[in-house]
């Protein structure tokens, strides 16, 4: 199944608090949970303005439906084509 990165535009993203994001990631769950198992949530990094999230999904449609019902921004959606790490240059 593909994978996607979302670029979230939030300002302040970065100051939030511990509070804050745990009501973010519950928000999130939650819509997840109504869209069933073929929209998985990997991971996210943020970082001053902005929250970077790694999904798994169907297609990017999935994807931003997920956004829309969360009421998340989703600035930027992008497939994943590959992975590399420094065990690459080997």
């Known amino acids: ?7 979230r535009e939030i ?5 939030l ?8 990631s519950q928000k999130s769950c939650g819509v997840l949970r109504e869209l069933g198992p073929q929209v998985q949530w990997v991971q996210s990094y943020v970082t001053g303005d902005k929250i970077y999230c790694i999904y798994i999904a ?4 999935s994807v931003q439906k997920h956004a829309e019902m969360g009421g998340f921004p989703a600035n930027s959606v992008s ?5 590399i ?3 690459t240059a080997e």
């Open 79 to 83: 497939e994943v084509r590959t992975v």
């Open 58 to 61: 169907p297609d990017e449609a």
């Open 85 to 87: 790490d420094p065990t």
């Open 11 to 15: 300002p302040g993203a970065g100051d």
């Open 1 to 7: 199944m593909p994978k996607y990165v979302i670029e």
């Open 17 to 24: 608090s511990s509070e804050d994001l745990q009501g973010i």
